[in-house]
Each structure stands twice: as structure tokens, then as C-alpha cells.
């Protein structure tokens, strides 16, 4: 029996499977992403889904970041389940379309957009193509951002500093508030 339902999904998964778009490679090394940012696991020898983020600023990418499963679980976990629910119900929707030519959630083109995140979800060399990969533009992950709870703020925070020590001069000039980049799916 759970040979039976390993073979239909194998059969359901090589469906939406395709390789991945150059636009989900890796800026920094012009390759698809190996390693995961946390735990450096390769994901050429894994077979679960990892997923990646790239942020994009004034058309240069600001940051980008591949995250193994486990620890997107392990970081879903740390936030709250009313925080998760919230960026569910920002970014998906039956009638929402899974693209990266415009935003998820406003629809404008992304030529018109300066600033803006995708977030896709890949398996070893192949991009899984279901709730994502999407687009999001940075005022509606802004807008988005304004409903999350402190507690999940502080782990979105964490999670940046950890792994994207900006210079510390950079934070004394900054005049306005901290802007808040990572979206989770
Ligand atoms: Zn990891
Ligand atoms: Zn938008």
C-alpha cells in the first residue's frame, strides 16, 4: 500500500517538477543554490523540498537565501501560528496565480516594480511549480508585515541578523524604521 501511494506521488510530483528557472539561481554564484543558509545541508543529496528566497532592490538583488526543509520547519515553528496564518491569507488564495511575472497580491507587472521578492520551492535540480513560485512586491510584504505579532517580528529580525550581518554604520544612518524582507510560505 505505501508503495502504491509512493509511486502516485512520484507519478503526481514529476508533473509540476521542472528544472529551475535561471531566475531562482544563486546571484552569487551564477548556479542554483547547493547548500542550505542554516545548516549548510547540500541539497543535491537531499530529497526534500527546499525552498529559496531572492530579494530584489532597484533591480539588483539585495539578498538571497536557500533554506532546507527542516529548517523552514524549524522556523515556522518559532512563529506564531496567528503570524502564520496571516502571511498564508496575504500571499494565498484559490483565485491568486502562481507566476513570477507580477505581484501575488497587488497584480501590477513586475517591470513596473523597483522592489520585490520571489519565493520558490525546489527538489533537488527542479523547481516544484504549485502554490509557488510567486512574487511579491515590497509595499505589499510591507502592508503585510503590519499585521504580524511582535514575537514573529523579532524571529524575522533574528532571522536576518543571523544570517545577513549588514556593516553596523549601515543601522546608525538608517533614518526610517527597519523594513522587513523575509516573506515565509
Ligand atoms: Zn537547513
Ligand atoms: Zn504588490
Redesign the pocket.
Known sequence: MWRFFQSKREEYLKKIMKPIPEEFFSFETGEPFAQCIECSADFRSQRSPYGIQKVYQDGEVLYEYALCHDCGLDLRGEISKESMRHMKRAFRGPKLKTTTDG??????PKHE?PS?TIVGSCMGAEMVFWNVPIL??E??IEAMSEGLSQETKDVLDDFEERNFPGPPEMELDLPQPKRRKVVLM
Not at 103 to 108: F, M, N
Open positions: 505581484c501575488r497580491a497587488c497584480g501590477l516594480l520585490y511579491i512586491c509595499p505589499c
